[in-house]
T-cell receptor, first 116, second 112 residues
Framework: ETGVTQSPTHLIKTRGQQVTLRCSSQSGHNTVSWYQQALGQGPQFIFQYYREEENGRGNFPPRFSGLQFPNYSSELNVNALELDDSALYLC???????????????FGQGTRLTVV | GENVEQHPSTLSVQEGDSAVIKCTYS??????FPWYKQELGKRPQLIID?????GEKKDQRIAVTLNKTAKHFSLHITETQPEDSAVYFC???????????FGAGTRLTVKP
């Protein structure tokens, strides 16, 4: 098992609502990436946080936003939920160093979000 | 941006046979290529990765090859076992940016 934990594990929300998902990164890691995995698909990159700042973003609208805290844990916020937002949301933590050599990414177990 | 394509989408082999999964990528700046195994209901787990400064890497029954000129890389599993059955994902990224772009996945079934 990795040291990356996510909460909650499952969540049901109504269309139009807002949701916050949380990720606790592995000890020693400074980077958290968020992914959306629809059923039967590969993970799609949402964004990455490095030292508390957004450091890259995939093709997701602004209603997907995030934060990284001083302890390197992270939150993913989704506003105005749509039915298509139903998916498994995965976070992955890693360490990125000054020499541009990152460690492997360790995934959390995911949060299964269902929008009804 | 980076686009990763993966083939085949499903693969069924007999126990003991070899399995090969292939991926292509579009961004020549990508230089880190991991492979993840995801069992049903579980998190993706790294099984092997390769960086662009090598052409092949092996770890017991698993090997990965990389052709930077052609922008494709492959996963090879030899002597397959039923516990190898899972969905396998390839991905591509750059060293200093961990935003991995994943393929659509290959569902591997190993029949006893």
């Amino acid at each position: 098992e990795t040291g990356v934990t996510q909460s909650p594990t499952h969540l049901i929300k109504t269309r139009g609502q807002q949701v916050t998902l949380r990720c606790s990164s592995q000890s020693g890691h400074n980077t958290v990436s968020w992914y959306q995995q629809a059923l039967g698909q590969g993970p799609q990159f949402i964004f990455q946080y490095y030292r508390e700042e957004e450091n890259g973003r995939g093709n997701f609208p602004p209603r997907f936003s995030g934060l990284q805290f001083p302890n390197y844990s992270s939150e993913l916020n989704v506003n105005a939920l749509e039915l298509d937002d139903s998916a498994l949301y995965l976070c992955a933590s890693s360490w990125v160093g000054l020499l541009d050599r990152n460690t492997e990414a360790f995934f959390g177990q995911g949060t299964r979000l269902t929008v009804v | 941006g980076e686009n990763v394509e993966q083939h085949p989408s499903t693969l069924s082999v007999q126990e003991g046979d070899s399995a090969v999964i292939k991926c292509t990528y579009s961004d020549s700046a990508s230089n880190y290529f991991p492979w993840y195994k995801q069992e049903l209901g579980k998190r993706p787990q790294l099984i092997i990765d390769i960086r662009s400064n090598v052409g092949e890497k092996k770890d017991q029954r698993i090997a990965v090859t990389l052709n930077k000129t052609a922008k494709h890389f492959s996963l090879h599993i030899t002597e397959t076992q039923p516990e190898d059955s899972a969905v396998y994902f390839c991905a591509a990224s750059m060293y200093n940016n961990n935003d991995m772009r994943f393929g659509a996945g290959t569902r591997l079934t190993v029949k006893p």
